[in-house]
């Protein structure tokens, strides 16, 4: 369990809190490309760590992030006129550059010009970059850290799609799933095979299941800490114990392997809401090339079905739904935490560690990159593809983890076909297999 007061610490995302000031460290995406360039104003509204802001792509391509509500009369600048060096109010024409300056006021600056009244009237503007397909957002103090290059964000050669959800639910219960391998067996394996014969319309059949894991464990690393697993029938040389899965400090997963990704970033929308974007990357067998995107697609996926019951047909809207079904915050102080438990009170206690660095004034010492030269690729050591050597039609059947479907599902395909080309004869360890779906998280 966790104090009341530790359990606000560490959920209270807003100007000024400390978790709040610990998140600001953090580049984090806020939408997708793609919505962007969907909108015929060049802009999107967007809301991250309690603030209510909007993007825009200027005139010259460059992105802009500022404050969603202009200072004169606090009309919306999602319906702003974006211009080749900002973007101007549509209510009175006060334009803001992308640091939130205010660059004109036509009415003052006509008949007042002396007073430098716009000197007064800036908002705020933040850094903005463009990375796989996201816009990422920097809302912390300057100088700003790098906008991390993790691996699979960067591959070339590769196909990718983005899915994004809104949760109502805070930050922190997406990212404790993180810690918990033992859920895998319960809620996507015994639950999920339950569901899926509610789903079909049968009556479900509740057989005898016997627990799988064996052993957890969780080190701290680099980048923030690897879970392993071993459950029956396996040793310690398997990868789920020898590499396991990295979370990348303090908000965000990968899980798949060098071939086969998701790289998952829980986003604070605020105290009681949380935009979790995944991004997929697949990458073709040695010797072949992708199929070219024109942009990497993005997707919205539905949290609940007609009957506005929670979505448990996919794996991810299985943990969508136990996040959601904690409440918007979770009771930490009611819980009861066992053995299972032990990723999750290592990860409070790396947060709460942090929080505090945080709050003696230096910056986290986690995950804050600032030499370009090592944030060309930021390496992670991801299992090796499972189920060796079976690449049949079959498994090259692109089969989406949350509700809905890639736009790319046939170049994702194409990707996957690649690799019926390869000797399935290949020792494990000198390639990776592939695994379409995968397996664990
Ligand atoms: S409200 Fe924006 S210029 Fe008046
Ligand atoms: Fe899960």
Not at 213 to 230: A, N, P, S, T, W
Request: hydrophobic share 35%; aromatic share 10%; net charge negative.
């Amino acid at each position: 369990m966790l104090s009341i007061r530790d359990n606000e610490l560490l959920t209270q995302v807003g100007p000024g809190m400390p978790m709040g000031q610990l998140m600001r460290y953090y580049w984090q995406p806020v939408c997708s490309v793609q919505d962007l360039a969907a909108s015929p104003f060049r802009t999107k509204e967007v809301e991250i760590l309690g603030e209510k802001l909007v993007v825009f792509r200027d005139r010259q391509g460059r992105l802009g992030l500022v404050e969603g509500h202009c200072s004169h009369r606090r009309a919306s600048l999602a319906y702003g006129v974006v211009e080749n060096d900002g973007i101007r109010c549509q209510y009175h024409g006060w334009k803001f550059d992308h640091s939130g300056r205010c660059l004109e006021q036509p009415f003052e600056d006509t008949t007042h010009p002396e007073d430098r009244f716009r000197e007064k009237c800036g908002i705020r503007g933040y850094r903005v970059e463009e990375l796989a397909g996201l816009v990422f957002a920097y809302l912390g103090p300057e100088p700003a850290p790098l906008l991390p290059r993790w691996a699979p964000l960067v591959y070339d050669n590769a196909v990718r799609d983005i899915a994004i959800t809104e949760l109502p639910c805070n930050w922190l219960q997406a990212q404790e799933n993180s810690l918990d391998p033992v859920h895998l067996e319960w809620l996507h394996n015994y639950s999920g095979s339950y569901f899926a014969q509610i789903m079909a319309g049968e009556e479900p059949e509740l057989g005898e299941y016997q627990p799988r894991h064996q052993k957890i464990g969780f080190d701290v690393f680099e980048y923030g800490i690897i879970k392993r697993r071993l459950t029956i029938g396996n040793t310690e040389e398997h990868d789920e114990w020898r590499i396991g899965h990295p979370i990348l400090f303090p908000n965000v997963l990968v899980v798949g392997n060098p071939l086969a990704n998701i790289v998952q970033f829980r986003v604070p929308i605020d105290d009681n809401r949380t935009l979790h974007f995944s991004v997929y990357t697949w990458r073709p067998a040695p010797g072949f090339d992708a199929p070219k995107q024109d942009s990497i697609p993005s997707r919205w996926v539905p949290l609940r079905d007609e009957n506005d019951r929670l979505l448990v047909n996919h794996v991810f809207n299985q943990d969508y739904t136990c996040w959601v079904s904690q409440g918007p915050i979770a009771e930490r102080n009611l819980e009861k935490l066992g053995k299972s438990d032990e990723g999750v009170i290592l990860f409070r206690k790396m947060l709460l560690d942090q929080l505090k660095r945080v709050q003696s004034g230096h910056e986290p010492a986690i995950n804050v990159f600032r030499d370009p030269s090592s944030n060309v690729s930021l390496e992670l050591q991801l299992e090796r593809a499972k189920y060796g050597g079976q690449v049949t039609l079959q498994d090259v059947t692109y089969r989406p983890l949350e509700a809905g479907c890639s736009r790319d599902a046939d170049k994702i395909e194409a990707v996957l076909r690649t690799w019926q080309h390869i000797d399935p004869k290949w020792a494990a360890g000198e390639i990776p297999e592939l695994e379409p779906v995968l397996a664990s998280h």
